[in-house]
Structure formats: C-alpha cells, structure tokens
C-alpha cells in the first residue's frame, strides 16, 4: 500500500462527533507517550499531520485520518498516563469504551507497545479487552531503533506472550527513525481495507 493522501477530518469526545460515512476504520491504542502519532506521521510520510508531543497524555480526544479517501485511521487516548486525575483517567476510558461499543466500522486495532519494556497492567487490561470482543489485532513494537538487532524479536514475541496473546496475532517491530517495519505495516492495513 502507498499513502498518496492523508488529512485530519475531526476530533470527537463521543459518538455524536463520529465520522458517519461507512468507511472502514482502524483504531489505534496504546499507551501514553508510546509513539502512536508518530506511528500515523510515519505510515503516511507527514511529519505534522499527528500531533506529536513530549509530553505523554497529550491525547485526550479521538483524531480520525481519513487515508487515501478510502478509511481511517483512528487515533485513541493513550491510556496509563498517571499525571493526570482519575476522573480524566475515568474520562479516557468512557470515552474509549463509547468508541468501541459504537463503532460498527472498526475492522481491526493496532496496538502499540514500546519494545523496550515488557508490557503494563494497562497493556494487558487493553489485550483483555480486545481478546473478549474478538476483534483482530497487530502489535506494533515501537522504537526498534532502541534495541541491539539480536534483541529486537525475541523481546517482541516475549511482548506477544506476556499479552496472553496468540502466535497468529502478529508483531511487528518497528522504527519511525530508520522506517524499520512501516511498510509491513502499511501491507497488514492493506488487507484490512
């Protein structure tokens, strides 16, 4: 697959605020400060199109990307960060929890672990989730860059299984520095559109 447009359409707090076209869509979950805007800046080759900060919890809304006018990719709250209060905290999750229950066009999530660390409490409660309501799932294992290259696939199918995962869920590792894994990916969301 190659990315030839790509353009922010909305930012939502709930379904009201959903795009209503019946364009497939694609969410994106992780953690706070995992690298998920970078992975969209990444995939679509627009350094600004996701707001990247240095800050983690930065985002606290649901962004749609509308990709190649043929579906979305949908960027969800970071889930984790611990410097915010927990009623914003519980906000995330209601919200989150409101994108899932109504959104009858998400064919599959990537799920985006940092590949340097073995997976959070939330990583997994998120894992659970998506093996509950059986929805397809890819690990993206960010910052491959990070790790020596001996290291790089036994850490990420160690992810997989900490995450009570399958080995038919993929993982790919990936860099947004050296483009390691993006077109690997772009080949997965192809299939999926």
Do not use: C
């Not at 960060?81 to 899932?100: I, Q, T």
């Amino acid at each position: 697959m190659v990315i030839k447009k790509a353009e922010f359409i909305t930012s939502a707090v709930n379904a009201s605020g959903f795009p209503k076209d019946s364009r497939p869509q694609i969410a994106m979950v992780g953690r706070s400060n995992v690298g998920k805007s970078s992975l969209i800046n990444g995939l679509t080759r627009k350094n600004k199109l996701a707001r990247v900060s240095s800050q983690p919890g930065k985002t606290r809304i649901i962004n749609f990307y509308l990709i190649n006018d043929a579906f979305y990719l949908v960027d969800l709250p970071g889930y984790g960060f611990a410097k915010v209060s927990r009623a914003e905290r519980e906000k995330w999750g209601l919200m989150m929890d409101e994108y899932f229950s109504k959104a009858s066009q998400l064919k599959f999530i990537i799920m985006v672990v940092d590949i340097r660390h073995n997976p959070t409490a939330d990583d997994k409660q998120m894992a659970e989730w998506i093996r509950y309501n059986e929805v397809p799932v890819l690990l993206a294992a960010s910052k491959a860059d990070k790790l020596g290259k001996t290291r790089i696939n036994p850490q990420a199918l160690s992810i997989r299984k900490l995450l009570g995962f399958s080995n038919n869920v993929p993982v790919i590792p990936y860099s947004v520095v050296t483009k390691q894994g993006l077109d690997e990916l772009l080949s997965y969301i192809d299939s999926y559109t």
